[in-house]
């Protein structure tokens, strides 16, 4: 029965390690912290960003260092993020991905941990990441301020829980840098041939990234309820923003999509169906991921 499936099996007593660790993680305002940092360096380093798309002349000296100054901040708030999240994880003896406070906390992980990875062959990522961070820690913040670490209910004590969830929540990080790409690239004409070819390169990880995550919460449906689908408006929503962003592959067959500025302009557009899915259907459609 659905009362059965969302009670919650108790933990047993904390150890004097983990008491000191849930001591040290209340005491310590890790969302607050990082949202104002995040916003803060991901704003200076879109300014950077522009800069240097504007500027034809090689940076000098104190460019230099204010890249260096980016990228070492960059490293820094990803490090304090992992501490959290490593800490959230440890005193809960579970991945933090049981509700939306804490898939915010891992979407800005993702997103901090792709800028890190790309931003030495892409500099447009290090902004990005840093804004999409910010503005995912902020929106944690403001919605939940910090809930209670609880046990999970039997129906998210899965490991397909895991890896169904952070594999969206990689494919959204991409969406984003999307729709960041596409706006810069309406910002700056020159630049938005280069930028469409960079937002086709992330396409194809993002879409295949969503694909994945839709075919393992499936099978973590048909483990947890017994079938695989039950047109839910999560459900449904998952796979709309699927098909929009699939529609991006066929340049072939519609010209209009070689064009950098449709391209950029169906990106920005495109990312309304991600919003409504992870916000619309949580606070609007409700259904059977009204838990998370």
């Given at each position: 029965?659905?009362?059965?499936?969302?009670?919650?099996?108790p933990?047993?007593?904390?150890?004097?390690?983990?008491?000191?660790?849930?001591?040290?993680?209340?005491?310590?305002?890790?969302?607050?912290?990082?949202?104002?940092?995040?916003?803060?360096?991901?704003?200076?380093?879109?300014?950077?960003?522009?800069?240097?798309?504007?500027?034809?002349?090689p940076?000098?000296r104190?460019?230099?260092?204010?890249?260096a100054?980016?990228a070492?901040?960059?490293?820094?708030?990803?490090a304090m993020?992992?501490?959290?999240?490593?800490?959230?994880?440890?005193?809960?003896?579970?991945?933090?991905?049981?509700?939306?406070?804490?898939?915010?906390?891992?979407l800005?992980?993702?997103?901090?941990?792709?800028?890190?990875?790309?931003?030495?062959?892409?500099?447009?990522?290090?902004?990005?990441?840093?804004?999409?961070?910010?503005?995912?820690?902020?929106?944690?913040?403001?919605?939940?301020?910090?809930?209670?670490?609880?046990?999970?209910?039997?129906?998210?004590?899965?490991?397909?829980?895991?890896?169904?969830?952070?594999?969206?929540m990689?494919?959204y990080?991409?969406?984003?840098?999307?729709?960041?790409?596409?706006?810069?690239?309406?910002?700056?004409?020159?630049?938005?041939?280069?930028?469409?070819?960079?937002?086709?390169?992330m396409?194809?990880?993002?879409?295949?990234?969503?694909?994945?995550?839709?075919?393992?919460?499936?099978v973590?449906?048909?483990?947890?309820?017994?079938?695989?689908?039950?047109?839910?408006?999560?459900?449904?929503?998952?796979?709309?923003?699927?098909?929009?962003?699939?529609?991006?592959?066929?340049?072939?067959?519609?010209?209009?999509?070689?064009?950098?500025?449709?391209?950029?302009?169906?990106?920005?557009?495109?990312?309304?169906?991600?919003?409504m899915?992870?916000?619309?259907?949580?606070?609007?459609?409700?259904?059977?991921?009204?838990y998370?």
């Amino acid at each position: 029965s659905s009362s059965t499936a969302r009670r919650t099996l108790p933990l047993p007593p904390l150890s004097p390690a983990r008491v000191e660790a849930e001591l040290l993680y209340n005491r310590v305002p890790f969302a607050r912290i990082l949202f104002m940092a995040c916003l803060a360096l991901g704003c200076l380093a879109f300014a950077r960003l522009l800069q240097g798309c504007l500027r034809r002349a090689p940076g000098g000296r104190a460019l230099r260092c204010v890249d260096a100054g980016l990228a070492a901040g960059l490293y820094a708030v990803t490090a304090m993020h992992l501490a959290g999240y490593g800490l959230r994880w440890y005193i809960g003896r579970h991945i933090p991905l049981g509700n939306g406070y804490e898939t915010m906390l891992f979407l800005a992980l993702c997103a901090l941990l792709l800028a890190c990875l790309l931003r030495r062959r892409f500099p447009a990522t290090l902004p990005f990441g840093l804004l999409l961070a910010g503005f995912a820690l902020l929106v944690a913040w403001l919605g939940q301020r910090n809930p209670q670490i609880t046990p999970l209910m039997p129906v998210l004590s899965s490991p397909w829980l895991s890896a169904h969830v952070s594999v969206i929540m990689m494919a959204y990080a991409l969406f984003f840098f999307l729709l960041l790409g596409g706006v810069l690239g309406l910002c700056l004409p020159a630049q938005a041939g280069r930028l469409m070819l960079l937002g086709r390169l992330m396409l194809y990880p993002a879409v295949f990234l969503l694909g994945a995550g839709i075919f393992l919460g499936a099978v973590w449906a048909n483990v947890s309820w017994g079938r695989y689908w039950a047109w839910d408006p999560k459900e449904v929503w998952a796979l709309v923003t699927f098909m929009v962003y699939a529609v991006a592959f066929h340049a072939g067959s519609l010209r209009w999509l070689r064009r950098p500025r449709a391209f950029h302009l169906y990106m920005i557009a495109a990312f309304a169906t991600v919003l409504m899915t992870y916000f619309g259907v949580n606070y609007v459609l409700g259904g059977m991921h009204s838990y998370a």
